[in-house]
Structures are given as C-alpha cells and as structure tokens.
C-alpha cells in the first residue's frame, strides 16, 4: 500500500484535489466522465483517484479493455480454430481465459489444442517460422495502440513469403463505441478522458466529432494518478467556461496528427469493417479486416471454421452494461462470488484492465476507505 499513502500524501495531488473541488463547485451540479481506457480504469482504482474527487463528479468506466470487448461469438471461433487439426492458435495471455460457450483457449488446451500464449504477433510469426509444417493462427485484439505491430507482422511475412501466417482479427477503433454511446440514451455523460496510448498513434482528430457535434469535452490522459486528476481538472474547467474541445493532458506522447508513419502502416494493411462489439453490438466501420491483397493471411476468409456466429453472454453477467457504463461492477449479482479471477464467467473479470478485474483487486480496501 505504500505507493497509495504515497500518493494521497503529495502536495500536488492535494493541490489537485483542491482545484478540482472549486471548479466543481462553480457547476453545482452532477458531473459524470468516462474514461475510456482500460489502463486509466486499473489506475483509477489502484491509486484510489475517485476519491480525490467532490462527491458531485464521478467517473464511469467505459469499453476501453480489448479483451473485455471482444464478443463471446469470436472467441468460439477462436477455440474452434484451435481444434483444427494441424492449426497452433496463438494469442495474448488474457485473451486465452475469456470464456466462450465451451470453454476458454486455455480450457481447449488442455482438451488437446495447440495453443500458445505470446507477447506479440511477430512472436506468432516468429512460431508460423519454426513450424513450416503447421498453420499458425494469431488471435489478434485491440485497439489502435496494438493496429501498427500487427501490420508489421503482416507486412513481413508477405515479404518473407512466408504462406503459414494467419490473423483472425478482432482489432477494433474507439471513435465508433463513443459514437454508439452518445448516441443511447441509457447514459448521460458530461466529457472523456481520450486514450492516451491509442491517440499517440491516431492522434485526436479522429475525436473532434465529439466536441462539435455533441459539444462535450475530450482530454486526452497520461496513465499516473497526477495524470488523471489533472485531466479531471482539464475537463471541469472547460464545462464551467461552457467549452467543448479536444484536449491533451498527456502531451509527454500525444501529438494531434498521432503517428502519420504507424498510421501509413495500419491504413496499407487494413480497411474498416463493420464488426460485433460485446456489449454494443454491431458498430458500423469500427473494425480492421485485413485488405484482398493480404487475405491469404485472413483466417476469416481462409478457414471456415472461422465464422464467427452472435452469443450472448451468460445472463449473470453484466460484462455489457459495464462496458457501456450503464453499471458499474459491485452491481452484478456474481462479482466477486461465483465470478472471480480466478473463475471469470465474465471477460471483465479476465484482463486487469476490465473494470471487475481492477475492481476485485482493489475494491474492497476503496469501500473500507483505506
């Protein structure tokens, strides 16, 4: 806990604290902020931010996990793909515990299926190499951070020839989800903190929508409790003013134009697709499939056992309203009893940064104000 007393006894989170305070006096009202990454969720709760904050402005924890988003119908496939005979599926660690409708990744494994945790596709790439004999499949997620290395992967496998590398892609773009949660009205939400690691690479225009058409505001956060205090006070002093604009408080990596170069990489190897988000359904455009040029690397396209079919989430599971922010993670009736970590029936529980993963490690100690 000493990286906690640490924080709550600095003069500047306190300065911080205080700022924030006044400014939220000034609006007098309910002031509710999603953030909108998975890694500012977990330092939210690891570092106990929203207790700094008055109790009129509270933060609500959007889809920002990957794993946690990704939809129970394409982890089926996944695992169906695992099965195949002469396939070595690969794939992050987290994203091999999420549960499908028979199980998860690891669960296949060890029915049998050649399964393999990695760190990175050109670890895949690196095994489609070592195994010229087998077909190497990498589950691929995320969001616009981990977009570039994948098309890396891609990108040097075709100039290596190498005809044994396949991507079942699930890697989707953010600016669709905040849309979709804008536009239901299940929420009302007064600003976002932007993902700070996603902007570095699409950079924040892809946002400006936000502030134009909806008149909210967006800043952009580094991952350190100072970082998101910060934004906090970014963000209310922009609702007092009466302004909607696209901010950057993480301006140590985040540029407007992102990375023009990680960018040009992403656009030659993938185009948008509309794909199934767990949670929010279908979004229009908001995932990236690999272009024709490159669908000899396609699963989708190369396997049929690849078809990803609609599942729904177990009924005790509320991983959906979470990710829409429509709940929060202590209002599912299994949190923290038949679903843990260690038995997640939900992919929230799964990722340390799905919001009741964050929430079961450092829960409990927020509700007894240690």
């Given at each position: 806990?000493?990286?906690?007393?640490?924080?709550?006894?600095?003069?500047?989170?306190?300065?911080?604290?205080?700022?924030?305070?006044?400014?939220?006096?000034?609006?007098?009202?309910?002031?509710?902020?999603?953030?909108?990454?998975?890694?500012h969720t977990h330092s939210i709760y690891k570092y106990a931010v929203d207790t700094f904050l008055p109790e009129n402005v509270r933060l609500i924890?959007g889809p920002g996990c990957p794993v946690c988003v990704t939809p129970r119908g394409r982890v089926a496939a996944a695992i169906a793909l695992a099965?195949?005979?002469?396939?070595?599926?690969?794939?992050?660690?987290?994203?091999?515990?999420?549960?499908?409708?028979?199980?998860?990744?690891?669960?296949?494994?060890?029915?049998?299926?050649?399964?393999?945790?990695?760190?990175?596709?050109?670890?895949?790439?690196?095994?489609?190499?070592?195994?010229?004999?087998?077909?190497?499949?990498?589950?691929?997620?995320?969001?616009?951070?981990?977009?570039?290395?994948?098309?890396?992967?891609?990108?040097?496998?075709?100039?290596?020839?190498?005809?044994?590398?396949?991507?079942?892609?699930?890697?989707?773009?953010?600016?669709?989800?905040?849309?979709?949660?804008?536009?239901?009205?299940?929420?009302?939400?007064?600003?976002?903190?932007?993902?700070?690691?996603?902007?570095?690479?699409?950079?924040?225009?892809?946002?400006?929508?936000?502030?134009?058409?909806?008149?909210?505001?967006?800043?952009?956060?580094?991952?350190?409790?100072?970082?998101?205090?910060?934004?906090?006070?970014?963000?209310?002093?922009?609702?007092?003013?009466?302004?909607?604009?696209?901010?950057?408080?993480?301006?140590?990596?985040?540029?407007?134009?992102?990375?023009?170069?990680?960018?040009?990489?992403?656009?030659?190897?993938?185009?948008?697709?509309?794909?199934?988000?767990?949670?929010?359904?279908?979004?229009?455009?908001?995932?990236?499939?690999?272009?024709?040029?490159?669908?000899?690397?396609?699963?989708?396209?190369?396997?049929?056992?690849?078809?990803?079919?609609?599942?729904?989430?177990?009924?005790?599971?509320?991983?959906?309203?979470?990710?829409?922010?429509?709940?929060?993670?202590?209002?599912?009736?299994?949190?923290?009893?038949?679903?843990?970590?260690?038995?997640?029936?939900?992919?929230?529980?799964?990722?340390?940064?799905?919001?009741?993963?964050?929430?079961?490690?450092?829960?409990?100690?927020?509700?007894?104000?240690?």
């Open positions: 806990m000493q990286y906690l007393d640490e924080f709550r006894r600095s003069d500047y989170a306190r300065g911080l604290a205080a700022a924030i305070r006044e400014e939220a006096q000034k609006l007098a009202r309910p002031v509710r902020i999603m953030e909108l990454c998975g890694g924890h099965h195949r005979p002469g396939v070595i599926l690969a794939s992050f660690g987290d994203m091999l515990r999420v549960p499908g409708d028979k199980g998860s990744l690891l669960q296949a494994r060890a029915r049998g299926a050649d399964v393999r945790m990695v760190y990175s596709p050109l670890d895949a790439l690196q095994l489609a190499r070592q195994n010229p004999d087998r077909q190497v499949v990498f589950f691929a997620i995320g969001f616009e951070t981990t977009a570039p290395t994948h098309a890396m992967a891609v990108l040097r496998a075709q100039r290596e020839g190498i005809r044994n590398f396949f991507l079942l892609t699930n890697l989707v773009t953010m600016p669709p989800a905040v849309r979709a949660i804008l536009d239901s009205e299940e929420l009302a939400l007064d600003a976002f903190i932007g993902p700070g690691h996603a902007c570095a690479i699409s950079g924040t225009i892809p946002y400006q929508f936000v502030a134009e058409e909806y008149r909210r505001p967006v800043v952009v956060s580094g991952f350190e409790p100072l970082d998101l205090l910060q934004s906090v006070l970014m963000v209310l002093r922009q609702l007092v003013r009466g302004e909607a604009r696209v901010e950057i408080q993480y301006k140590r990596l985040v540029r407007p134009e992102g990375n023009p170069i990680a960018r040009q990489r992403i656009d030659q190897v993938f185009e948008p697709v509309t794909v199934e988000w767990r949670g929010l359904g279908m979004l229009p455009m908001s995932g990236l499939r690999l272009r024709p040029e490159y669908a000899h690397m396609d699963a989708d396209r190369v396997f049929p056992d690849a078809v990803s079919r609609r599942l729904e989430d177990p009924k005790a599971c509320e991983c959906g309203s979470i990710l829409r922010g429509a709940k929060a993670p202590w209002e599912c009736r299994v949190f923290g009893t038949a679903c843990t970590p260690e038995n997640p029936i939900g992919a929230c529980m799964v990722s340390p940064e799905g919001a009741c993963a964050a929430y079961y490690r450092y829960g409990s100690r927020l509700r007894e104000g240690a």
